[in-house]
């Protein structure tokens, strides 16, 4: 059985080191221009080479996104930046535009291209023609349903890759391509400057109010309205920790994590569950079962309500809309670990975030789940006691009830 990826997103050196640290197999990331996330820090030229060099040595490939969709007036910058592209040898430009696809051709040849879901590739045809123009995989709109991921590859060259987003953040327009940023604030959302209108607060009259169109009023929209407003255009997040056997038996050869802009906690927390759940499947496809245990880590990480998407249900008839548009913040990344000496079990830590001696937390290491122990004998740097750890980027040692590696996280319960 054929393995598929796990693709993680970065979007700063930090997030990249977590990434390749807790198990992706590939990162995505941008350059400051032309890639569809401005939120995100993005890497300057010379961190997209130290970058590209950091991964490569671990065995992880790197995707650079350049899917805006471009102006005139770019299309000289463009060229330019693609020569240098070339130059530092990703794996994979991700393009969305014609143009932008065969001015990669031209100036970064013999570098793989990955067609972005901006495209908004929903059938087998549009797979195969970008196939028949160069593209070594494609990503599938967002708005695709499992059965439908399945005939497109049976349908299409078995050399050429399917990618699906598998979690974060979905979108209420058609896998991006919205223009309420544009019109509220004159933010281009296609170019990677949504400032996300959807996910603002709108009030009705009363607690709730309908939406019809003249010319069809019997087709009515409820915007319901709760004592922080409505959220008519806020969409859930999406979450298929819980069918990865099907999302495998689907063809899918990428599973693909949005969220650039999210945290390095986020970051590793979603690259382990999905790699480590992923690989428990694939040990034992007969025998596996979905233990809730890669959920529950995924339940830690900043996001809205979770729901599988469109893979089980149709756009027109389950909007996915978030009946409280507010986020479930993460849990409190207070460390990691910078060594350990198995001869003391003391673990030297760098804080993230205030650490209290005799507090409750949890330690993730790549590959596994978190355990649970509690934070005690806290010393500082010098060997002197204390009771908490509360300047950033301070070292401090606890006392440490089994074994850890370098890199492992410690967040609070």
């Not at 607690?207 to 010319?215: G, H, N, Q, R």
Request: include cysteine.
């Amino acid at each position: 059985m054929k393995r598929p990826e796990i693709l993680a997103p970065c979007g700063n050196f930090e997030k990249m080191r977590f990434a390749v640290l807790y198990g992706a197999d590939a990162v995505y990331l941008a350059g400051k221009s032309f890639g569809m996330r401005t939120a995100s820090d993005n890497f300057t030229d010379e961190e997209l080479k130290s970058a590209i060099d950091f991964a490569h040595e671990r065995g992880v490939k790197v995707y650079i996104t350049v899917n805006v969709m471009p102006r005139q007036y770019e299309l000289d910058a463009f060229e330019k930046y693609l020569s240098y592209l070339s130059q530092i040898k990703p794996d994979a430009l991700i393009v969305a535009d014609l143009g932008v696809m065969s001015l990669a051709k031209k100036h970064a040849p013999g570098i793989d291209i990955h067609i972005s879901t901006q495209a908004n590739t929903v059938n087998s045809l549009s797979c195969r023609v970008f196939h028949e123009l160069g593209a070594k995989r494609v990503v599938l709109s967002r708005e695709l349903s499992l059965d439908e991921i399945k005939r497109i590859r049976d349908d299409i060259p078995d050399d050429l890759e399917l990618e699906a987003f598998v979690h974060g953040a979905m979108c209420v327009s058609h896998s991006g391509r919205c223009l309420l940023s544009n019109f509220f604030v004159g933010r281009d959302a296609n170019h990677g400057a949504c400032a996300q209108p959807c996910r603002w607060e709108y009030n009705g009259e009363g607690l709730s109010a309908e939406i019809t169109e003249v010319k069809r009023p019997d087709i009515r929209l409820t915007a319901l309205e709760n004592e922080r407003g409505t959220f008519i255009f806020s969409s859930k997040d999406m979450c298929m920790i819980e069918h990865i056997p099907e999302l495998v038996k689907a063809g899918i050869d990428s599973f693909k994590i949005e969220g650039r802009v999210k945290s390095a906690y986020y970051t590793a927390v979603t690259a382990n569950s999905y790699k480590t759940e992923l690989m428990k499947y694939l040990a034992d496809p007969d025998g596996y079962i979905f233990d809730g245990a890669a959920l529950r880590e995924l339940e830690s990480v900043s996001h809205r309500e979770y729901c599988t998407g469109y893979y089980f249900d149709h756009p027109l008839t389950n909007a996915q809309i978030t009946q409280n548009g507010g986020y479930i913040k993460e849990k409190a990344f207070l460390a990691t670990v910078e060594s350990f000496d198995p001869a003391t079990m003391r673990a030297t830590l760098i804080q993230r975030n205030k650490a209290v001696n005799g507090n409750e937390a949890d330690i993730i290491t790549p590959g596994g789940m978190a355990k649970s122990f509690v934070l005690c004998d806290m010393q500082n740097e010098a060997g002197e006691p204390i009771e908490s750890a509360p300047h950033p980027q301070m070292r401090f040692s606890v006392k440490m009830p089994f074994e850890v590696n370098i890199g492992d996280i410690i967040r609070g319960k």
